[in-house]
Nanobody, 127 residues
Framework: QVQLVESGGGSVQAGGSLRLSCVIS????????MAWFRHIPRKEREVLAF???????ELDESVKGRFSISRDNAKNTLYLQMNTLKPEDTAMYYC?????????????????????WGQGTQVTVSS
């Protein structure tokens, strides 16, 4: 059974930093395409960052220059480093593993059924 467990969320003041982690089990992480999403209440869940098995990354324009995605295959762990946080970054953050057969690219609009999901970790940024 595939399990993804996020951690590292919390409350921080604007301008601060957080690093989110996501540990994956029951899945061949080293060859998996992975992504971070976030969900702001009353808005659509949005994809923020993507990394493939070779370490190629892509970030959404809304977080480019502030966030970075990385992975440690030895630890089966995905990371999201978030710097210069803003109040509008307040959201529930989710890591996701692309299911087999789903194109490995940063794609918006893919239905949630195309991924395995973690339970999410809350990030709150105060001004």
């Amino acid at each position: 059974q595939v399990q993804l467990v996020e951690s590292g969320g919390g409350s921080v003041q604007a301008g601060g930093s957080l690093r989110l982690s996501c540990v994956i089990s029951g899945y061949r992480f080293s060859t998996a395409c992975m992504a971070w999403f976030r969900h702001i209440p009353r808005k659509e869940r949005e994809v923020l960052a993507f990394i493939d098995s070779f370490g190629t990354t892509e970030l959404d324009e809304s977080v480019k220059g502030r966030f970075s995605i990385s992975r440690d295959n030895a630890k089966n762990t995905l990371y999201l480093q978030m710097n210069t946080l803003k109040p509008e970054d307040t959201a529930m953050y989710y890591c996701a593993a692309y299911k087999p057969g789903v194109p490995c690219a940063l794609q918006r609009g893919l239905g949630p059924g195309n991924f395995y999901w973690g339970q999410g970790t809350q990030v709150t940024v105060s001004s």
